[in-house]
């Protein structure tokens, strides 16, 4: 028993930056933005909090630090796409290119820093106790601060009327605007909303779950991050769901190299990508659902006639 809840341990860990990243895209796209450059502003994130934690010795100023660089970047799709009023797919796509090469010539010089990152919680006599201890008391802060996450944008989603207006602007705009809702501020706090979270997954692996700063580290993570999103038909639980199935086969991956098994490491390395792919080719199949749950004017360019 104690060996499994270590497993439910580094399965939580695992998956909580799809947690973060997911759930800020789905926040976005229920707003009607699409926005495809989390895997950009997950790595300014992980470049901006490593860079201040190792500057400053202040593991939580870094973590700061990534959701500011994250929310920038998301601040830079808003002004072309809702204000410039750019093709979203192109933007993001762009997006999250200069994202990935501006965090690699950034961190260039910080590839072999080391740094104290944020350690799990260890409470003398809770984390020890037999089976339950380390599986509700000894994970990473920032795994409860995404529970906490999950908990509040479902809470403001489906129970608050500003919440209700955010899904009104993802329906329909045109409506929304005519009853005197300011759509594009709204989808502009969604965006930065959406980057900050991004920055933030970026800045839990960096100084929490490595913590060390790698070139691509996030390694394709943001792109599963917004197939979650779809995978999960925009609902937040099915999106903490499939985070922690990604973090749970990651981890099985793990495992299997570390047996020694006769399986080739690339093979292995597939795994959670693979999972992945099935699952979102099984969902994609009933067509119903997927229209009956994405926002509808997900994608379109809007700006309010004057």
């Avoid at 800020?24 to 490593?50: C, T, Y």
């Avoid at 000894?138 to 955010?166: D, K, Q």
């Avoid at 930065?192 to 929490?208: K, N, Q």
């Amino acid at each position: 028993m104690d060996h499994v809840a270590g497993l439910l341990v580094l399965t939580l860990a695992a998956g909580t930056p799809l947690v973060y990243a997911a759930l800020g895209e789905l926040v976005v796209e229920k707003a009607g933005v699409l926005n495809l450059g989390v895997e950009g502003m997950m790595l300014v994130g992980a470049v901006a909090a490593f860079i201040v934690a190792a500057r400053t010795g202040h593991a939580w100023l870094g973590i700061l630090a990534g959701m500011a660089g994250g929310a920038a970047l998301a601040a830079v799709f808003a002004i072309l796409t809702l204000s410039l009023l750019a093709n979203q797919v192109a933007a993001g796509l762009a997006l999250s290119l200069f994202g990935i090469g501006l965090s690699a010539f950034v961190g260039l010089p910080y590839v072999n820093v080391v740094i104290e990152g944020i350690r799990p919680f260890a409470i003398a006599g809770i984390s020890d106790l037999p089976y339950v201890g380390k599986l509700l008391f000894g994970h990473n802060p920032l795994v409860y601060l995404s529970i906490a996450e999950f908990a509040a944008i479902h809470w403001f989603l489906y129970s608050t009327r500003p919440g209700l207006i955010v899904r009104a602007v993802g329906e329909s705009p045109q409506s929304a605007h005519a009853i005197g809702f300011p759509v594009i501020r709204i989808r502009y706090l969604a965006v930065l909303f959406g980057g900050a979270s991004a920055g933030l997954a970026g800045a839990y692996l960096a100084v929490a779950y490595t913590p060390l700063w790698a070139e691509g580290m996030t390694a394709g993570r943001g792109w599963i991050a917004l197939a979650l999103v779809v995978f999960a038909t925009w609902k937040p639980w099915r999106v903490v769901a499939g985070a922690y199935l990604f973090g749970g086969v990651t981890l099985a991956q793990f495992q299997a190299q570390a047996s020694g098994t006769a399986i080739p490491s690339q093979l292995l390395s597939m795994l959670p990508y693979l999972a992945t792919v099935i699952v979102l080719a099984v969902i994609s199949r009933d067509a119903v659902m997927i229209r009956q749950n994405a926002p509808a004017s997900l994608g379109k360019p809007y700006h309010p006639e004057h």
